[in-house]
C-alpha cells in the first residue's frame, strides 16, 4: 500500500499537465500532517493535496471536502504568507527516487522574484513537506527534525536542505532491460519479488509480484530456480513495464469484501478471484478514493466509538433482560395446571381437610381420568388451598400478557438500536454523527448535554440520487430523517423502498405523478440495498410500495414504521451505480 517511486512519477506528470502555471490562491491545514493548495489558472481550478502522514503519505488533486480548524496553524499562516499569489513553475523529481520538488515563482516583501520550493517526501513514516527558500535554506517543515531525531539529516528552519540518500539501484525507465537482468541473476538466493525489490528503483512490493506472477505464475519463485524461458518472460516483462512508466500507465484500485486494500500503475493479474481491481481515468481520482473511503471509516469509527460502546452495552442489557423475560413467560406457559388443581380441590373438597400435605384425586381432564397429586398448604383449608391456585393461575395470566408486551418493546429497542448501528457504519461527516446523537438524546438513550445557545446547524438533506430515467431517488441518512422522509415529505403516490428484515435506509422515488420505469426502481432498489446492513451482501431482498401505505405505529421508535401492498425485488447492492447516479446530484 506504498505510493512507491515509480507511480509518483506518473502522478508528476499528471500534476504536471493540470497544474503547472497556476497560480496558489489560498492555503488549508486541516491536519497537523496535511497542506491543501487551491490552485488557479486560466481554465483550471484544482484542489493539491499533500500529506506527509506516516500511513497515508501522498500528492494528487481532491474533489473532497475536508473540516478545516477554526484557528488555521501557525505553518498555515507562513504558506498563505509565502505562497499565496505564487505561480508554480514546474515540478521535478529525481530519478524514480520518492521525492517531489514543486518550484513557485513568488516576491518577496521587497517585491523581488524569487523562486520558493516546496518539498514533498513520500517515504512513510520519514515523510515532510518542507517550504525552501532561493538560497536552499529551509524555511519550515511539516515535520521539524533535529539531531535527537536523526544527526544524518537534520530539518530545521535556517540550515540547508538536503535531499535524502539515493538508492544504489537501477532506473528501469533508463536502463536496459539485459542489464537489469543481470542485476537479477545475481540476487540467486532471493525470491523473484524480492530481487525485484533490491534491484529496480522506485517499485513497491505489489509491482514486484506483479511482475513475478507474470513471468512464472508465482509471486515468490526462487531466483534460483528460474528457467531460461521464464528469463525471456522477464524481459519482456521488464520491457513492458519501461514502456509503461514511459507512458501514463493503469490507475488501478484493489479492493476486497469492498474495502479498498491497495493500489497501482498496473493492472494486477496476482490476485485471480479474491479481489477485485477498479481501474480509475486519473491517479488522482483512485487516490482520492482510496485514501478518504479508508480515512473516512477509521475517523468516523474513531469519533464514534462512544456511541458504538454505548449501544452495545445498551444491546447487551436489552438481550439479557429479554432472556429472562422469555424464560419467565415459558414458565406462565404450565399456568393452566393451577387452575386444573383449583377446580380438582373444589371438586373433592368433601374429602379434604385443613392439615393435609398432599391431595391425591381422580384428574377428570385426563383422558384416563389418572389419579393426580396436588401439593396443599397444611396451615390453609382445602377452600383456600383451591383460592391460592386460582390466584397463581390468574397471576401468571395476566404476567403472561405482560411479559409478551415487555419482549415485544424489547425487540423493537434491540431492532432500533440495530439500525442506529447501521446508520453509524454509513455515516460520512462528523453532521451525520450529531444528528444521530441527537436523535439518540432525544430518545434518552444519551444524557442530554449542556449546549452553547448559539443557533444550530440546519438539518442535513437526504441523499440524493438521480436514475437513468431522470428519476429524483432520496435516501434517508439517520432515523429521524427516515420519517421526516416517508411520513412528511413524500407524497401518497410516491414508491417506497426498503431491505426486507435487514436495517436501512427509507428510500423513495419522487413520481411526481408518473409512474417510474422498472429500470428506475431496480436502480432504488439497488441504491436501498446498498444503503442498508446487506450492503456487503450477495442477493438481498427489497420491498416496494407506494407511500399511501406506509404508516407509523403510535409509539414506535424512530424510523420504525409498518406497511402492505408490497412488491419485492431481489438485487444486488451496486455501490458503482450510487457512485454513478449520485454524480447528477441537482
Not at 533 to 546: E, F, P
Amino acid at each position: 500500500m506504498a505510493l512507491d517511486g515509480a507511480m509518483l512519477h506518473l502522478i508528476k506528470n499528471e500534476l504536471e499537465q493540470g497544474i503547472t502555471g497556476a497560480k496558489v490562491d489560498k492555503v488549508f491545514q486541516p491536519a497537523r500532517e496535511m497542506i491543501i493548495l487551491a490552485m488557479r489558472g486560466k481554465n483550471m481550478n484544482h484542489k493539491l493535496l499533500i500529506s506527509a502522514a506516516a500511513n497515508s503519505a501522498r500528492i494528487h488533486f481532491t474533489r473532497y471536502p475536508v473540516e478545516n480548524p477554526a484557528q488555521p496553524p501557525m505553518l498555515c499562516m507562513l504558506l498563505r504568507k509565502k505562497l499565496c499569489g505564487a505561480r508554480l513553475a514546474s515540478i521535478e523529481q529525481a530519478g524514480f527516487e520518492r521525492v517531489l520538488m514543486l518550484k513557485f515563482e513568488a516576491h518577496n516583501e521587497l517585491g523581488d522574484e524569487i523562486t520558493l520550493s516546496l518539498a514533498v517526501e513520500i517515504m512513510g513514516r520519514h515523510s515532510n513537506i518542507i517550504l525552501i527558500d532561493e538560497r536552499g535554506l529551509v524555511i519550515d517543515s511539516v515535520k521539524r527534525i533535529d539531531s535527537d531525531l536523526s544527526s544524518m539529516r537534520m530539518i530545521l528552519p535556517g540550515l540547508e536542505y538536503e535531499l535524502p540518500p539515493t538508492q544504489d539501484k537501477m532506473n528501469i525507465a533508463e536502463d536496459d532491460a539485459d542489464h537489469c537482468l543481470n542485476q537479477i541473476k545475481m540476487c540467486k538466493d532471493d525470491k523473484l519479488d524480492k530481487a525485484f525489490m533490491k534491484t529496480i528503483q522506485g517499485i513497491s512490493p505489489i509491482v514486484a509480484r506483479e511482475i513475478a506472477y507474470r513471468s512464472t505464475k508465482f509471486t515468490d519463485f526462487p531466483v534460483k530456480n528460474l528457467t531460461d524461458a521464464q528469463f525471456d518472460r522477464i524481459r519482456m516483462n521488464l520491457s513492458q513495464l519501461k514502456q509503461i512508466l514511459n507512458g501514463d500507465g493503469e490507475p488501478n484500485l484493489i479492493s476486497v469484501d469492498g474495502k479498498p486494500v491497495d493500489f497501482t500503475f498496473i493492472h494486477p493479474l496476482q490476485y485471480g478471484v479474491s479481489a477485485v481491481s477498479s481501474e480509475y481515468k486519473t491517479y488522482s481520482a483512485m487516490l482520492d478514493d482510496f485514501y478518504y473511503r479508508r480515512d473516512l471509516n477509521d475517523r468516523m469509527k474513531s469519533k464514534s466509538q462512544d456511541i458504538l460502546k454505548l449501544l452495545a452495552n445498551a444491546s447487551s442489557r436489552i438481550a439479557k433482560k429479554l432472556e429472562i423475560q422469555r424464560a419467565e413467560l415459558k414458565e406462565c406457559g404450565d399456568r393452566e395446571k393451577y387452575r386444573k388443581f383449583g377446580d380438582l380441590i373444589n371438586a373433592n373438597i368433601h374429602m379434604l381437610q385443613k392439615g393435609d400435605i398432599i391431595a391425591e384425586v381422580t384428574d377428570y381432564y385426563s383422558e384416563d381420568c389418572s389419579p393426580v397429586k396436588i401439593h396443599l398448604d397444611p396451615l390453609l383449608t382445602p377452600a383456600q388451598n383451591a383460592q391460592k391456585y386460582y390466584r397463581d393461575y390468574r397471576k401468571m395470566q395476566a404476567a403472561e400478557q405482560h411479559l409478551t408486551q415487555l419482549i415485544e418493546q424489547g425487540k423493537a429497542e434491540l431492532d432500533y438500536i440495530d439500525s442506529v448501528l447501521d446508520m453509524l457504519s454509513r455515516a460520512e461527516s462528523e453532521r451525520e454523527l450529531a444528528e444521530i446523537r441527537q436523535e439518540l438524546t432525544e430518545e434518552g438513550i444519551i444524557k442530554k448535554q449542556k449546549t452553547s445557545s448559539g443557533k444550530q446547524p440546519p438539518k442535513l438533506p437526504p441523499l440524493r440520487f438521480v436514475s437513468d430515467d431522470g428519476f429524483t431517488i432520496l435516501v434517508g441518512r439517520n432515523n429521524q430523517q427516515n420519517d421526516r422522509l416517508t411520513l412528511k415529505e413524500s407524497r401518497n403516490y410516491d414508491i417506497w423502498l426498503h431491505t426486507l428484515n435487514v436495517p436501512g435506509s427509507h428510500t423513495v422515488i419522487v413520481c411526481n405523478g408518473q409512474e417510474p420505469p422498472d429500470r428506475t426502481i431496480e436502480q432504488a432498489a439497488k441504491i436501498a440495498a446498498y444503503h442498508s446492513g446487506a450492503r456487503q451482501s450477495g442477493l438481498v431482498a427489497v420491498d416496494y410500495t407506494l407511500i399511501k401505505y406506509v404508516s407509523k405505529p403510535r409509539g414506535a421508535k424512530p424510523g420504525m414504521v409498518i406497511y402492505t401492498h408490497q412488491n419485492t425485488l431481489y438485487v444486488h447492492p451496486d455501490e458503482e451505480l450510487a457512485a454513478r447516479l449520485a454524480k447528477k446530484m441537482m
